[in-house]
């Protein structure tokens, strides 16, 4: 048959030339290609809307004529321009009007010139507005690009790779799908010949005697399982795998599938990281060592990589490969050492010390290497024999041996090494007192500037009962340093004390703190410096170093009383009885006007139980201070504790008419008050009163006896009348609102407390009694808008947020108590509070944490401590009770609302603190959700 030449023609042509390519094709991508984008697909990065600037200023009109037709119409004409004012412009101009038009035009620039700094400026100021509000898409990531300066090398190489964003169907339109192979194919492999079987011990499988199956989901005929085809078919699926990701055009693959598999069994399980990032920290790492390959980082790096992933030997090849490259460095050396087993780890060093026979880490790897300490000592003794002024190799030589081969090597190492401080006093330890003296002269022959060898010489000369030497010594180093142009650091000479201090040289510490106190201190700072450095020193421990300060500053400023004072609150927490006796001594005898230097040795004498003694000192202070009212009433108390009332009389009476004062007139009252002597105790206060009216306490005295006695209308009186004289006394005004509550007298109670909260504003003790007023009343709510405006009257008032706390609901006081601690984050109150809270809930121990932190915080406050015993009554053993015990006697609280109320009660006039503590925790109730803490 013919056939014509044309259809030969249309059936060789390919059936896809001249056809649109299709959808989301993008060529190569089988091999790995992805698309791009350039900047002309996108356009600019503008809005066609946006206002020009200089860089992209806007193209040029073309295609206009640029002079157009004359129009002649008669409706263009006019009598005076002519058709559209054109007639004569084509006319040379007159002379005239040329001149007169340059001289307007050079008025024009001039006034332009001025006007155009301005104008500049403000279409500057425009443009920027309108760049705010419209900003090009370049400027909206300017922060990021700049960002993008302080991404580290290891944040840029964990940026993943650009892939094909595109879907699946996108990729590839034609692509065919794959459904798993169901489970009979492995079933139809899985018989044949059996060539071994699973161990029952191995873990893998648990065979049963009389079953036929291995695990759930695989049946055994023939009881036993052919490995040999399982691992066939893990082959043939891994096969059908690795097909599916293979691009056949030109027979090329994208994933090799034995390196693949290699790759594979070569992971270690332990290893959580990417395998990626691995991959791109190999590459990398490569890169670095084929551009420089003598830099030993990029060898030791590439080696621990490879350590990590856990291909061990191939760390090793790659780190010998880098001693090959770098051999004159130390760190790839060791790092080799490290790799190796511990013979190859010998063989490496012996190489490295070859190589490099002068470094000392090198030797140190190769002695620590060895087991035995003869072999250590031989590498070390050939080590010194190539580098016989190495410090370090010394100290570890003579680490190794005995006292008298260690003697031996300092000898010669100080030879050798004669700049070595530690070397010269390490010799110096172990020779004789006579030795040790000629070494550390030596050595300061050969360290004229080093501090150390002078105060080991001083601590040798004290060890040795040499005393008078110490301070020569000490002396003379300082004179020394000074004249080798060796500045002195104060603080390192004081921390060198307190180091003597703790070696047991307390002479040697005292000779550096008084030779180098002074050194470097200004004039007008000294006491002020003096008093920080021994603060600092007591906090460390040093109390020696301390003590020496104190002499020090004594002895400058013997007519300061606060220095007297500090060193004997020192000598109080720090030293013993004997020291403070002393010291309370020599203070009045320098200051004998000072009442409570007088007063601090009497009360020393009083607790020892020498109270003969502590008249004399009383008695002595009498005549210092002829008048003094601490001295009367402190001889008072000496009298009354020790039960010499009589005695105690007299001195008040002696007092009164020497001294009359309001206390000495209180005291008086009170003690006839104690010893139930209530009409001369009337008496009194009525002669005080009508000395001293103004004295709240006078009042309150009375009308407390009053109240005692049942005259509840006469002590009405007396607050009445008080509260007119003393309008600033606050526990006046709470007597009378109290009494009057009693006598059922609510509405008065009230006004009273308003009253007083107007004379005296902003008083948080004030709202509070209110408030419980309000509470004692049912009036709760009452009592929270109160509350609500004393807290904003007193913001930060401790009392008021600690006592609101309580206030509120069960569920809402945590977050009360929380904005509390904000507010006063400090106050012993509100932390008190949290306490207790704490307790309510039952959580005891975070209780105990609580109370523990508020006497901490004030441990003046004696109902942190009530409370704080009361918690460990209740859920406490009884070493935990005595703890709390000792500590608030140890403390001696004064102050909170529980604590005076029983501290100050008159039955309690003598009681101890640990006493008092004992009645205030008794009286105080288990915290239970309500408000009677308030």
């Known amino acids: 048959m013919n056939v014509p030449p044309a259809a030969l023609l249309n059936k060789t042509k390919k059936n896809f030339i001249g056809l649109p390519a299709p959808l989301g094709y993008v060529a190569g991508v089988g091999r790995g290609a992805t698309g791009f984008t350039t900047r002309s697909d996108i356009g600019p990065a503008r809005d066609a809307s946006d206002v020009s600037d200089d860089r992209h200023a806007p193209p040029a009109k073309r295609g206009k004529k640029q002079e157009e037709e004359e129009d002649l119409n008669d409706a263009n004409y006019d009598e005076f321009t002519g058709y559209g004012g054109s007639l004569c412009n084509k006319d040379p101009y007159d002379k005239d009007d040329e001149e007169a038009d340059a001289i307007y035009e050079s008025i024009d620039d001039r006034m332009d010139e001025k006007r155009k700094e301005y104008r500049e400026q403000r279409r500057r100021e425009e443009l920027e507005n309108y760049r705010q509000e419209r900003p090009k898409i370049q400027q909206m990531f300017s922060d990021l690009k700049r960002d993008l300066a302080q991404v580290s090398e290891d944040e840029w190489s964990c940026i993943p790779e650009v892939g094909d964003a595109r879907n699946k169907k996108q990729r590839n339109p034609r692509m065919e799908r794959f459904t798993p192979l169901p489970d009979s194919v492995l079933a139809r492999n899985m018989g044949g010949e059996t060539v071994t079987a699973i161990d029952p011990t191995s873990g893998l499988a648990s065979m049963m005697p009389g079953t036929n199956t291995v695990g759930p989901g695989m049946v055994t005929p023939s009881g036993d399982l052919d490995l040999r085809k399982i691992g066939q078919a893990r082959n043939t699926l891994m096969g059908l795998k690795l097909s599916q990701v293979s691009d056949s055009v030109g027979g090329q693959t994208v994933v090799d599938p034995k390196g693949y598999l290699t790759d594979l069994q070569s992971m270690l399980p332990q290893y959580g990281g990417d395998i990626n990032d691995v991959k791109k920290a190999r590459l990398l790492l490569k890169n670095v060592r084929e551009t420089n390959p003598n830099h030993p980082p990029a060898w030791i790096a590439a080696a ?347 001195l008040l009476a002696k007092a009164r008419s020497q001294a009359a004062t309001p206390k000495v007139m209180m005291k008086s009252a009170h003690l006839e008050w104690a010893l139930n002597n209530l009409d001369l105790a009337k008496k009194l206060l009525d002669d005080g009163i009508k000395q001293f009216s103004d004295f709240p306490k006078l009042w309150m005295m009375k009308g407390q006896i009053l109240e005692q006695e049942g005259a509840i209308d006469a002590a009405w009186d007396v607050y009445r009348e008080a509260v007119k004289k003393c309008t600033q006394s606050i526990p006046l005004w709470s007597l009378l609102a109290a009494l009057e509550e009693r006598r059922g007298r609510a509405t008065t109670a009230r006004a009273t407390l308003e009253k007083s909260r107007v004379r005296n504003p902003m008083n948080e003790q004030l709202w509070l009694l209110a408030v419980r007023l309000e509470i004692r009343l049912g009036n709760k709510e009452v009592a929270r808008s109160l509350m609500a405006r004393a807290l904003q009257e007193c913001p930060s008032s401790g009392l008021l947020w600690a006592s609101s706390i309580f206030l509120e609901d069960h569920a809402r006081r945590k977050s009360k108590s929380v904005d509390a601690l904000k507010k006063c984050q400090d106050d012993a109150r509100v932390v008190l509070a949290v306490a207790n809270m704490f307790w309510m809930d039952g959580r005891k121990n975070k209780a105990r944490e609580w109370f523990n932190k508020t006497v901490k915080i004030d441990p003046d406050l004696g109902d942190a401590w009530a409370w704080y015993y009361k918690l460990e009554l209740v859920f406490g053993t009884p070493e935990q009770q005595l703890e709390v015990q000792e500590r608030c006697v140890k403390a001696d609280p004064r102050h909170g609302e529980h604590w005076q109320a029983v501290a100050k009660h008159i039955s309690n006039w003598r009681k101890k603190t640990d006493e008092i503590l004992k009645i205030v925790a008794d009286k105080l109730p288990i915290p239970v959700p309500t408000c009677q803490h308030l």
């Open 304 to 650: 621990r990589l490879e350590e990590v992933t856990g291909k061990v030997q191939s760390a090793r090849n790659l780190i010998m490969k880098g001693t090959e490259m770098c051999p004159k460095s130390e760190d790839v050396w060791l790092e080799a050492a490290r790799l190796q087993t511990p013979e190859m780890a010998k063989a490496v060093i012996a190489t490295a010390v070859r190589t490099l026979p002068f470094s000392p880490r090198l030797w140190i790897k190769g002695a620590n290497l060895e087991t035995e300490p003869k072999a250590k000592k031989k590498v070390f003794r050939k080590a010194l024999e190539q580098i016989p002024n190495s410090e370090l190799l010394w100290k570890c030589a003579v680490d190794l041996e005995e006292e008298e081969d260690a003697k031996i090597l300092l000898s010669r190492a100080v030879e050798c090494c004669p700049t070595s401080v530690d070397l010269w006093l390490a010799l110096a330890k172990l020779e004789t007192y006579e030795n040790a003296r000629k070494v550390l002269n030596k050595a300061r022959e050969s360290n004229p500037k080093d501090r150390n060898i002078w105060i080991t010489a001083a601590k040798l000369e004290e060890a040795n009962d040499n005393a008078m030497l110490v301070s020569k010594i000490i002396d003379r180093a300082i004179n020394t340093l000074v004249a080798n142009m060796v500045e002195l650091n104060r603080d390192q000479w004081i921390k060198d004390a307190v180091e003597a201090e703790q070696s047991g040289s307390v002479l040697t510490c005292q000779a550096i703190i008084k030779h180098i106190i002074g050194h470097g201190v200004e004039e007008e700072d000294r006491k002020h410096t003096w008093m920080e450095d021994a603060d600092s020193c007591a906090s460390q421990g040093a109390y020696e170093c301390a003590r020496a300060i104190y002499a020090h500053a004594l002895a400058v400023f013997p007519k300061k009383k606060s220095v007297w004072l500090a060193a004997a609150h020192f000598e109080r927490s720090h030293g013993t009885r004997e020291s403070l006796e002393s010291l309370l001594q020599q203070a009045v005898t320098h200051c004998p006007q000072e009442e409570i230097l007088w007063l601090m040795g009497a009360k020393s004498k009083w607790l020892a139980g020498d109270v003969p003694a502590a008249r004399s000192i009383l008695a002595l202070a009498f005549k210092a201070n002829p008048n003094s009212e601490e001295i009367w009433l402190a001889a008072v108390k000496l009298e009354s504790e020790n039960n010499e009332y009589e005695r105690a009389r007299r």
